[in-house]
């Protein structure tokens, strides 16, 4: 939505709905106070010092004075939020980075086919640590290196960060920053990124501050739109929390998903709403938990008579109304880790079920868009129904990781899969997956990418095929999380100590690979019809002549 206004009207439009800035410095609370998150506090030690916009800034000139202005006032709070630094305190994170950095180098599989200079990005972390002010540019230097990475299973969280917020999610104002597309609303609103990187809102969270419809599109914050604020953000001293994914695709989607967890940065935002006109609101200073973020808001017409009813519902769906179509979602492998061999063998059978109930259908559509992962072996039952020659076995990747004590890298194969006796399936199957699809489903997604009659459409997926399997537990240096302190400084680190490859290619390494068959974005005009693009794509698909042909 493009549509402007000169700058006049716009202000005598939007002037009842905007609230300036305060002209009284907010205080917030020492580094030794106790936080009570409940009650909300404002962290902007100062007013912003500068006149917002009413609307977009269509200038290059001044978009640029405007990120440099807000990155500035940003980094300055972070500087006072977070603490002095002293020389002592830059000799403890040297160290702790020294150390951080040798258990990753020794244990972690991530630097498999990773495109960077990591020497260089450590020493560029070092200097950026002997020249921080505060502790808040300090954790920012380590926690950029540590995406760098590009793993969503490597993740860092600073202790001082962690006891200050009371949670790793993200608190409106706050001097930090926040990648993922998980956690509570800054907005009230959940977003989804269509074409061209527009962002819609999906669904609203009742009660939420800003009036949001379906269809409504975030045009700016401060004047500028999103996408034009991260690299500034990225380049910027905040401390950043939250896990990236592995691919470039992927991470430039998660980057661009994550506004929902930094409105609270900014000071405006501007809203095209759905019904053509533009709207400029003030952000609040303070933490709203406006709900949970949810991605996945469209519904499935479904025939209430042949629903997949199991007793745990790990596995939805059914077939589709009117049609011998079987619709199957799902977004995990496991729940509950302190019963996880139950819950494995749960999903297994759940999933094997779905399946094999289904092999009447004419096609099926495997919904896994934010999947979080677990274990890909829990897909087998399911998967070996899809074998399309009975004599066929399939072994899919094996796994890396260090043997402790040594230099060597050992392989493990993944198990193989073997075909069921009491049917098959080779119908058309299309797969539906995001950039929120991670870990054991990227390594799902491998797997169906070698069947011939299965399709792998929607965004890039995480591209994070490593994981955290302990092959031994009583050998200290297979357990993914660190924990790196001296003195008052704490940090932990999650990493992975596994990566996999392709079963008879151990050149071909699957971490930050991409496996689609075919790229689809979500289009502006569905979100606002409330109908899902890429769930309309698969039907394309299954009823094409090409999907047909190649079947044939």
């Not at 000139?61 to 990120?67: F, H, S």
């Not at 244990?107 to 990773?114: A, K």
């Not at 075909?419 to 299309?430: A, C, F, L, R, S």
């Not at 690979?513 to 794509?537: G, K, P, Q, T, W």
């Amino acid at each position: 939505m493009n549509k402007s206004f000169p700058l006049l009207i716009l202000y005598i439009l939007l002037s009842s709905c905007i609230s300036s800035p305060s002209n009284q410095p907010l205080v917030h609370p020492s580094l030794l106070e106790e936080i009570n998150i409940s009650e909300g506090f404002p962290a902007i030690t100062e007013p912003w010092p500068y006149e917002m916009p009413m609307g977009i800034i269509d200038h290059t000139q001044q978009q640029e004075e405007m990120i440099a202005k807000t990155i500035a006032f940003l980094e300055e709070n972070t500087r006072s939020f977070w603490g002095t630094l002293e020389n002592k305190d830059k000799e403890e994170y040297l160290t702790l980075l020294n150390e951080m950095t040798q258990a990753l180098e020794y244990n972690c599989m991530s630097f498999t086919n990773l495109d960077i200079n990591w020497e260089e990005e450590k020493e560029i972390c070092r200097t950026r640590i002997n020249q921080a002010q505060g502790h808040g540019e300090a954790l920012g230097a380590i926690s950029r290196l540590m995406v760098s990475l590009q793993d969503a299973h490597v993740e860092f969280r600073p202790t001082l960060m962690l006891n200050r917020l009371s949670t790793m999610y993200a608190i409106d104002g706050i001097p930090q920053l926040l990648i993922g597309n998980e956690g509570p609303s800054q907005s009230g609103a959940n977003f989804i990124l269509c074409a061209d990187d527009r962002i819609l809102v999906s669904s609203v969270v009742p009660g939420n501050s800003y009036n949001w419809n379906v269809g409504d599109e975030l045009l700016a914050l401060n004047g500028i739109a999103w996408p034009q604020w991260i690299p500034a953000l990225q380049q910027s001293v905040l401390p950043i929390l939250g896990r990236t994914e592995g691919n470039d695709e992927a991470v430039r989607l998660n980057w661009l998903k994550s506004i929902n967890l930094n409105m609270g940065l900014f000071e405006t935002v501007t809203i095209g709403r759905v019904d053509g006109t533009i709207e400029t609101l003030e952000v609040g200073n303070t933490y709203h938990h406006h709900g949970e973020i949810k991605e996945m808001p469209f519904e499935k017409a479904l025939d209430e008579t042949r629903l997949i009813t199991q007793e745990n519902n790990f596995v939805s769906g059914g077939y589709l109304q009117n049609s011998n179509i079987a619709y199957i979602r799902f977004d995990t492998f496991n729940l509950d880790m302190n019963e996880y061999r139950g819950y494995a063998n749960a999903f297994y059978n759940e999933f094997k079920n779905a399946i094999k109930d289904h092999l009447g259908s004419e096609a099926m559509i495997i919904d896994i868009r934010g999947h979080h992962g677990g274990n890909a072996e829990q897909s087998y039952g399911g998967l070996s129904y899809l074998i399309e020659n009975k004599t066929r076995r399939m072994t899919f990747m094996n796994w890396a990781y260090r043997i402790p004590g040594s230099d060597k890298i050992d392989y493990t194969a993944m198990p193989t899969l073997f075909p069921k006796d009491d049917g098959e399936y080779t119908n058309p199957v299309i797969v539906l997956v995001d950039s929120s699809t991670v870990s054991a489903a990227d390594n799902l997604i491998y797997i169906f990418s070698l069947f011939p009659h299965i399709k792998v459409i929607g965004q890039a997926h995480s591209g994070s095929n490593s994981g955290f399997m302990n092959l031994d537990p009583t050998i200290e240096e297979y357990n993914p999380w660190k924990e790196f302190s001296t003195e008052d400084k704490v940090f932990h680190l999650l990493y992975p100590v596994m990566a996999n490859y392709h079963y008879s290619d151990m050149n071909f390494a699957l971490l930050r690979r991409n496996f689609l068959d075919e790229r689809v974005a979500y289009r502006a005009e569905d979100v606002i019809n409330h109908e899902d693009s890429l769930f309309n794509r698969a039907l394309e698909i299954i009823h094409s002549e090409e999907m047909n042909m190649e079947l044939e």
